[in-house]
Every structure is written in structure tokens, then in C-alpha cells.
């Protein structure tokens, strides 16, 4: 039989011989990125987040948290675990025996939130008038003449959506990520009061008068302008409908059973109150 040498590794043992001497070659480490890892019930954080905004979860209604695990194909831990990271930012409340509910705004919250949001947006339009491209000023300008078709019309639904869309884009345009965030953190608290509340004809109107005076702004770069306008437009047009949120649904009758809700809420979302 013949036998053919086999050639030596660098590094390793040479076939036959006692490696008891020799050390293991030494593995060059390699730079990587590193590895980002999500939890399940942080994943759920942020659509559970958007149902609020949206309005399919009202303040003071219990979250259906069965319905939850059916939509997102997930059991009660996650969808638990991301409610309580709600509830910590101040959006949700967790009631012993009564598991979780959408938090109410309060007299005391508008004195202590609408002054942030004010400021907040005021900055957001100093940096959006200095760092804005034509692009961005035209595509601001596309979503105000689509919101003033859909007031014409009466279309309260896809108002406030063109609505939000114009405000967030001065935070976009700003293109501050810290700033954004903080804006995204007190909008959802608020947001009943702002977006999907009822609201006066006349109310509406007025709201809409300060946007064709925002846009104007925005057009001409003046950016102290626009600024004050965002904080006069929070303080006073927003903040008053909140109050008169406050005094209506003081009032109004507990909020129906749960098999109740979803017809119910098909018909509140026509009576969204626009800012």
C-alpha cells in the first residue's frame, strides 16, 4: 500500500504527532456591528401606539386585550408587557382588576402638556423655515391644498388626516430625531383633544384660517412667524377645544359594553373634531 504524505497546516498539528505541547491557533477577531434584538411585546408598542392616534382606542375605554391577541396572533404576556410601557409614558392607565383603560386628558394635564407641545412645535418651525429645500415646501404646501379640498367637502376623517400629516412634516423637515420624539410622546397623550374630538363648525373654521397663515410662512422662509403661529395655534385654538373635550364628555354617559364598541365607534369617527 503506498503512502502519501500529508502536508503540514500552519498552525495545526502535523498528523502522528503528540499536540499536547502545542496551543490551538488563536482566532483573529473580526469587527462586526452589533446585534440588535427586539422583544415580542416591543414590537407591539408601536402599532398599539398608532391605534390610539388613530382614535380605535378612546380615552376611558377598557383595551380589549383578547381582541388584541387575535389581531396581532399573540397570547396576553406580550400584548401585557407592551400595555404597561404605555401606561408608563402616561398613555394608558392599568386599574387593579379592571386590567387597562386609555387615559383621559385632564384640566391639570392641558395646563402641564400644551405649553410643551406649544414650544415644541415652535421649534420645530424655526428649523423647518432654515433647513427646508424647495421639495419640502412644496410637498407641505401638496398636503395643506389636499386638506382644504377635504374641509370644502366636510370630510372631517381625511381633514384631520392631511392635518397630522402637515404638522408632522415641520418636525420631518426640522430633522431633529430627539425633538420628533418628544413631539410623538406628548401627541399621543393629547391626541384625542386634538385630532379626533368633535368640534363647531366655526371652530373648524378658525383652525383653518391659521393653517393658510402657516403655509404662507412656510413659503416665505419667515421663520419667527411661522414659529409664533404653531405656539398661538396650540395655546389657543387647540387648547380650547380640549377644555370644551373635557366639559362635553364630563357629562355624557359611561361608555357603552364592549360588543357595543366597535359600531359605535364606526359612527364617532365622523364626528372627529379637526385643529
Not at 387593579?96 to 392641558?110: D, F, L, S
Not at 412644496?138 to 397630522?164: C, I, P, S, T
Not at 409664533?228 to 389657543?236: D, F, I, K, N, S
Request: hydrophobic share 40%; charged share 25%; net charge neutral.
Amino acid at each position: 500500500m503506498i503512502v502519501f504524505p500529508i502536508p503540514a497546516v500552519p498552525g495545526y498539528p502535523s498528523v502522528g504527532k503528540r499536540s499536547g505541547s502545542q496551543k490551538p491557533p488563536r482566532i483573529k477577531r473580526m469587527p462586526s456591528a452589533p446585534i440588535v434584538r427586539h422583544s415580542l411585546h416591543e414590537s407591539l408598542v408601536a402599532p398599539l401606539r398608532e391605534m390610539i392616534l388613530q382614535g380605535e382606542l378612546r380615552p376611558g375605554e377598557k383595551v380589549p386585550e383578547e381582541q388584541l391577541c387575535e389581531r396581532f396572533g399573540v397570547s396576553r404576556t406580550p400584548i401585557r408587557e407592551a400595555l404597561k410601557v404605555l401606561a408608563a409614558e402616561g398613555v394608558l392607565q392599568i386599574l387593579p382588576h379592571r386590567g387597562a383603560i386609555v387615559a383621559r386628558i385632564t384640566e391639570e394635564q392641558i395646563e402641564e402638556l400644551f405649553p410643551i407641545m406649544a414650544s415644541l412645535e415652535r421649534l420645530a418651525g424655526l428649523l423647518a423655515c432654515a433647513r427646508a429645500s424647495d421639495a419640502d415646501i412644496a410637498r407641505v404646501r401638496a398636503l395643506h391644498d389636499r386638506m382644504m379640498e377635504y374641509f370644502e367637502k366636510g370630510e372631517e376623517v381625511e381633514y384631520l388626516r392631511q392635518n397630522r400629516l402637515i404638522h408632522e412634516s415641520f418636525f420631518e423637515i426640522a430633522g431633529n430625531v430627539t425633538l420628533s420624539a418628544f413631539y410623538q410622546q406628548i401627541l399621543t397623550r393629547i391626541h384625542a383633544c386634538r385630532f379626533v374630538v368633535r368640534k363647531s363648525r366655526e371652530h373648524w373654521a378658525a383652525a383653518v384660517v391659521e393653517h393658510n397663515a402657516m403655509i404662507e410662512a412656510l413659503e416665505a422662509r419667515d421663520a419667527p412667524r411661522l414659529a409664533a403661529l404653531l405656539e398661538t395655534h396650540v395655546m389657543g385654538t387647540t387648547s380650547g377645544i380640549a377644555r370644551a373635550f373635557i366639559n362635553r364628555t364630563s357629562v355624557e354617559a359611561p361608555a357603552e359594553p364592549a360588543d357595543e364598541r366597535g359600531a359605535a365607534r364606526g359612527r364617532r369617527t365622523s364626528t372627529s373634531e379637526p385643529v
